[in-house]
C-alpha cells in the first residue's frame, strides 16, 4: 500500500478539465464527423504461420507480437515467442445473418471482393508498390519491450513524440511492409478495398490504397504500458491519432456525431468533445487479448461467457469458450490454442 | 444489508448456470438470461451502498464504460473498502489531477466478460488451489479459497474478499470487495 501510495504522490498529473457527463452516441453508425469510411462487414482476416511474440509490454498477460503471415516462413520474424502457438492456416470467415463465425483453412481465400487474402500477401497487395518493399523485408523487433528508454511514453509508442505526425501521408516503410497486425487485431481492423493496415513499432498503420499513404496511425498498448496508459478524463487527445479507429465490432454503438466523436487508443474506446478535442468519457474498454492462432493468455482461466450464450457455448473436455472484446472464441484445452472466433456479440 | 457470501451460496445461485457447462440439463435461454438480468446496468444498478465507487467511476469518465454494451464483471469496492484507505487518500485519488491514477486503480477491478462466483471457484479447484484473472488495469488478480470465501489477491499481495456476488445486471455482473485492489 505504501508503494501505492508513493506512486500516487509521484504521478504525474494529467491536464484537467470539467467532467461534463453526456449521453452515449449509440447506433449512429459512422455519421456525422466521421472521417472513415464504414467498412463493410464480413471482411475476411488471412491467417499464416506466424512467429509471435511474447513481448514484454504486459507484466503477467501475454502479448501480441508480430502478426506476419510470412515472416517465419521468410525468416524475417523476430524470431521470439511461442512455438505453441503456431498453427495450421486460418482464414477466419465471417457469415452474413447471424453473426456466426466458422474457420476455414487453407493457403489463401477471396474476399468479398475478389481480392485474395490469407497466405499469398502478394496478391494481396498486388496493386500497391509495397510489393517490393515485403520482398526485400528482413524483420523487425517486437513491441515497446523494445523502445529507447524515454520514448516508452504514453500516446506515442516507441515513436519520438510529433514523429506520428509526420508519418501520415507519407509512404509506409519497408520494413512494415509485410507485417501484418497482431492477431488480436485482426477481426477490429480489416482491410477492405479503400484500406489496408499494417504494423509496426507499436502502431497500426492504415494505409489507403488509392495512393498507398499511411492516413491513420492507431498506437496500441503504448509503452507506459497497458492500463498505465489509458487517457484521463479532460486529456486533449493526440491530434495525430485522431480519426474515426473504433474498432470494427463497436462501431454501431459509437458513430461520430457533431458533439462528439468516438476514438480507440490505450486500450478503451474515449468519447471525444468536437468542440475542445478533450476525452470527455470512456466508453468501452477492450483487453486485447485473445487471437486466434494465439494461445490463450494468463488470466483466462475462467469461464466467463456472457449468461446470454452459455447453452450454446458450455466448457467441456473437447473444447473452452472465452469472451474477450465483443468475440467469444473457441479454444483447445490442451493446447490452450485459440481455435475460432466462434461468435460475435456486440 | 450485505450477505457475506459464501461458495456453498454461489454455487446455489448460479446452478444453472453451472449446470450448461456440464451436463445437457435445460439450459437458460438468451432470452431468460436477460430477463435474469434485468435492465439495470452496471452503472445504474450501483446503489447507496456503492456511492463512493460510483463516484469515483463518474470523476473518470468510466461511468460511460459501465453504463455500455460490455459484458464486464466488476468488483465494485464497498465503501467501507475506501475508508480503508490511509487517511486521505481517497479523497487524493478523487481531485481532478489524479484522474489517470483513479482510472488505472478502477480499471483494475473490471474483468472482461461475465464471470460468476461459481466460475471462479471452479478455476481455482482447477487450478489446484488459485486462478488467475485478467484486469483492464493491466494487470491479473490472483483468486484463492479462504474457506468457503474467495479472497482476491492484488500483485502488490493486497487482499480483497468477495462479500456480496453474482449480481445479475443487463451489461455483465457485479461482485462487491471488502477493500480496494492496486494494479500493478
Not at chain 1, 456525431?257 to 480507440?264: K, V
Not at chain 1, 461467457?305 to 474477450?324: E, G, L
Amino acid at each position: 500500500m505504501s508503494k501505492f501510495l508513493l506512486a500516487l504522490g509521484a504521478a504525474a498529473l494529467a491536464i484537467t478539465a470539467p467532467a461534463i457527463a453526456q449521453p452515449e452516441g449509440k447506433g449512429g453508425g459512422n455519421k456525422g464527423g466521421g472521417q472513415q469510411k464504414a467498412e463493410r462487414g464480413g471482411g475476411n482476416q488471412g491467417g499464416g504461420n506466424a512467429g509471435r511474440g511474447n513481448g514484454g509490454g504486459r507484466e503477467t498477460r501475454g502479448n501480441p507480437g508480430n502478426g506476419g503471415g510470412q515472416m517465419a516462413r521468410q525468416g524475417g520474424g523476430n524470431g521470439r515467442g511461442n512455438d505453441q502457438a503456431r498453427g495450421p492456416d486460418r482464414v477466419i470467415e465471417k457469415a452474413r445473418g447471424n453473426n456466426r463465425v466458422d474457420i476455414a483453412r487453407g493457403k489463401g481465400r477471396n474476399d468479398d471482393n475478389g481480392r485474395i487474402v490469407g497466405d499469398d500477401r502478394r496478391d494481396f497487395d498486388r496493386d500497391s508498390n509495397v510489393l517490393a518493399i515485403a520482398r526485400n523485408f528482413g524483420g523487425f523487433g517486437g513491441r515497446y519491450d523494445n523502445c529507447p528508454p524515454g520514448l516508452a511514453k504514453k500516446d506515442n509508442g516507441c515513436m519520438p513524440p510529433g514523429q506520428a505526425r509526420k508519418y501520415l501521408g507519407s509512404r509506409l516503410q519497408q520494413n512494415y511492409a509485410n507485417s501484418l497486425i497482431p492477431y488480436q487485431y485482426r477481426s477490429w481492423y480489416r482491410d477492405n478495398d479503400d484500406y489496408f493496415y499494417r504494423y509496426g513499432d507499436n502502431n497500426i498503420y492504415r494505409v489507403s490504397r488509392s495512393n498507398n499513404l499511411i492516413d491513420g496511425i492507431i498506437p496500441l498498448l503504448s509503452g507506459s504500458g497497458y492500463g498505465g496508459g489509458y487517457y484521463a478524463l479532460g486529456d486533449q487527445f493526440p491530434s495525430s491519432y485522431d480519426f474515426y479507429n473504433v474498432p470494427y465490432q463497436y462501431r454501431s454503438f459509437y458513430g461520430d456525431t457533431s458533439d462528439y466523436r468516438y476514438r480507440y487508443g490505450d486500450g478503451a474506446i474515449y468519447r471525444i468533445n468536437s468542440g475542445s478535442g478533450v476525452v470527455d468519457g470512456i466508453v468501452a474498454l477492450l483487453a486485447g487479448d485473445l487471437g486466434v492462432g494465439t494461445r490463450l493468455p494468463v488470466g483466462y482461466d475462467t469461464y466467463n461467457v456472457p449468461f446470454a450464450y452459455r447453452d450454446r457455448y458450455a466448457d467441456s473436455a473437447d473444447n473452452w469458450y472465452r469472451y474477450n472484446d465483443g468475440y467469444i472464441y473457441q479454444v483447445d484445452p490442451k493446447t490452450r490454442l485459440i481455435s475460432a472466433v466462434i461468435d460475435a456479440i456486440v | 444489508m450485505r450477505i457475506a457470501m459464501t461458495l456453498f451460496a454461489a454455487s446455489a445461485m448460479t446452478l444453472a448456470a453451472c449446470d450448461t457447462q456440464t451436463s445437457d440439463a435445460a439450459a437458460p435461454t438468451s432470452e431468460a438470461a436477460k430477463d435474469a438480468a434485468g435492465d439495470k446496468t452496471i452503472a445504474s444498478g450501483l446503489t447507496a451502498e456503492d456511492s463512493k465507487f460510483a463516484d469515483a467511476a463518474k470523476a473518470s469518465g468510466l461511468d460511460a464504460t459501465l453504463a455500455g454494451p460490455g459484458p464486464y464483471t466488476v468488483l465494485v469496492p464497498v465503501n467501507a473498502a475506501f475508508d480503508k484507505l490511509p487517511a486521505g487518500q481517497a479523497d487524493t485519488l478523487m481531485k481532478p489531477e489524479s484522474r489517470a491514477q483513479l482510472t488505472k486503480v478502477l480499471t483494475g477491478h473490471i474483468l472482461p466478460g461475465e464471470i460468476l462466483a461459481a466460475d471462479i471457484g471452479k478455476a481455482i479447484d482447477i487450478g489446484k488451489g488459485k486462478a488467475s484473472l485478467a484486469t483492464f488495469g493491466g494487470g491479473t488478480i490472483t483468486a484463492t479459497k479462504d474457506g468457503d470465501n474467495i479472497v482476491l489477491t492484488d500483485s502488490a499481495g493486497g487482499k480483497a474478499s468477495i462479500s456480496g456476488s453474482d449480481e445479475r445486471r443487463s451489461n455483465g455482473v457485479v461482485h462487491h470487495v471488502d477493500a480496494i485492489l492496486i494494479p500493478g
